[in-house]
Every structure is written in C-alpha cells, then in structure tokens.
C-alpha cells in the first residue's frame, strides 16, 4: 500500500456560528485502512515534523469530525493508518478562520503536498 498518496481525497472544513465546523474528507480505498487521526495547529506551519501539531482525534474509518466553533484561527491536517499502524502522510491543509477574525498570515514556503482537506458550514 502507498500510504503517503493514501489522503489524496478531499478534506472539507464547514461552519456555522451556530452549529460549529466539521472537517470532511473523501475515504480512503485501501483495504486495510483502519481510521484516521485528525491533527491541529494554532501556527504555521502546520505539519507532524514542526512541533505545532497536536493531536486531536483518532478515529475509525469514517469521513468526518465535528471541531466545535473554535475562537481562532485553527489549521487541521488528517493522515490515514492501517491495520498494522503504518500512518499515510498527511492531507493538505485545512484553515479555520471565525468570523470577524482577521486573515490568518500567508504560510511559509513548503513543498507541495495534494489538498485533501476542506471546511464547510454545517447547517
């Protein structure tokens, strides 16, 4: 299994004020896939390696997560794992910005990775 191309899907975050943020993302097709692990960062940048990411969640093998209504701008990634813990790399990056926050600054130069991530309004 390609566990680094393994979170190529889309990752969606929608929010409302009232009904809070979910994050959402394609599933993963791989036959051993057991779940995935949601990550978070208060900063830029955002990834396992820059010791701004904790852990938020480890989930089974469903397509999304309820984030709350955070107060400031939060970044979220997720990474997919199998059944013997072998971890994918992680999805592109999802960006949550409450309202009347001002823009979250531009991120740092970083190699490219596939966008998986999006965030949407739950109604």
């Not at 990834?47 to 469903?62: D, F, I, P, Q, Y």
């Not at 984030?67 to 701008?73: L, R, S, W």
Request: glycine share 8%; hydrophobic share 35%.
């Amino acid at each position: 299994m390609n566990w680094v191309r393994a979170i190529a899907g889309v990752l969606v975050l929608w929010s409302s004020t009232a009904w809070g943020a979910t994050l959402t993302w394609t599933a993963n097709s791989e036959p051993d896939l057991a779940g995935y692990r949601v990550f978070q960062c208060s900063q830029q940048p955002c990834t396992r390696t820059s010791g701004n990411a904790s852990s938020l969640a480890t989930l089974g093998a469903v397509t999304s997560f309820n984030i709350g209504t955070p107060a400031v701008t939060q970044y979220y990634f997720i990474t997919a794992y199998d059944s013997t813990n072998n971890e994918s790399g992680m999805s592109g990056l999802a960006t949550f910005t409450p309202a009347g926050a001002p823009p979250p600054p531009p991120p740092p130069a970083a190699p490219p990775t596939p966008n998986g991530l999006h965030i949407s309004a739950v109604q």
